[in-house]
């Protein structure tokens, strides 16, 4: 096994394009990946987006017409998409994510914004909620102030010394449990194309997700150098010599796979 071992070693040592294609290729390739699908984390989003308005709120209504007029995103306003048709659009790759503008402003304790994400540009989504929420405050500040104050106002039904004392006491709570349904965004909410994926999925980044990706590909093809050698060696005899000797399949098979 020892001798299997540093006889691939050398052989490995003395090709030096073998070398390149074992230690700098692959992470060229990776380095190439994570270039190109790390964009969504960069300043400039360069993410595509679906937009579908379903209010009548004309706050709201401004506020999609200001999202279309936006530099920062490319956003496309399809006025006669369903709720489904934009979903598919999403899953099929024709945008990188798509955000649905739905519900009124007097109402509390709704979403007004849902976000399509797919597992595999989770990014994406999660960048747009990001740019949603600042484009919210600078554009619409209004918006923000509005729904805090309903919620307050259901919280504590006023602002008395002793709702003041209670509402001190809900906010310790909610510092508590993090997790409690009033600490959650109520203004933007994320729906996965697939319904509710697995963590496993929905989980991963892009970074990992090409990471993994990129290893099992070199490392298949690290495995297929050990099988050439295997049969070179098996149709020059060298195989039938060794086997005379005290070594066996296995102890040849497992030098090799030690090496790899």
């Known amino acids: 096994m020892r001798a299997i071992f540093w006889v691939m070693a050398l052989g490995l040592w003395r090709d030096r394009g073998a070398l390149l294609l074992a230690f700098a290729l692959p992470s060229l390739v990776f380095t190439i990946f994570a270039s190109i699908f790390s964009g969504a984390t960069e300043g400039d989003l360069h993410l595509r987006v679906g937009l579908v308005v379903e209010t009548e709120d004309p706050v709201l209504q401004d506020f999609a017409q200001y999202l279309t007029q936006t530099e920062d995103v490319e956003i496309t306003a399809l006025p006669d998409t369903s709720r489904a048709q934009l979903l598919e659009q999403v899953r099929q790759g024709n945008f990188d994510t798509a955000v649905i503008i739905h519900g009124q402003l007097d109402t509390s304790n709704s979403p007004l914004f849902t976000i399509i994400s797919e597992p595999t540009r989770e990014l994406a989504a999660l960048s747009l ?18 729904r805090l104050a309903q919620s ?19 906010l310790g709570a909610m510092a508590r449990e993090p997790d409690n349904a009033a600490a959650e965004d109520s203004l933007i909410e994320l729906q996965p194309v697939y319904g509710q994926t697995p963590a496993s999925i929905s989980g991963l980044s892009g970074i990992a997700y090409y990471a993994g990706a990129t290893t099992i590909l070199f490392l298949l093809l690290s495995a297929v150098n050990a099988g050439m050698v295997s049969l070179e060696e098996r149709q020059n005899g060298i195989s039938e010599r060794l086997l ?17």
């Open 129 to 146: 909620q990001g740019w949603l929420r600042q484009s919210l405050a600078s554009e619409q500040p209004q918006v923000l102030v509005q």
């Open 152 to 170: 307050t106002e259901a919280l504590v039904d006023g602002f008395s010394p002793e709702q003041q004392a209670r509402l001190d006491a809900a």
């Open 244 to 260: 005379l000797s005290k070594a066996a399949h296995s102890r040849l098979l497992l030098g090799r796979f030690l090496f790899c």
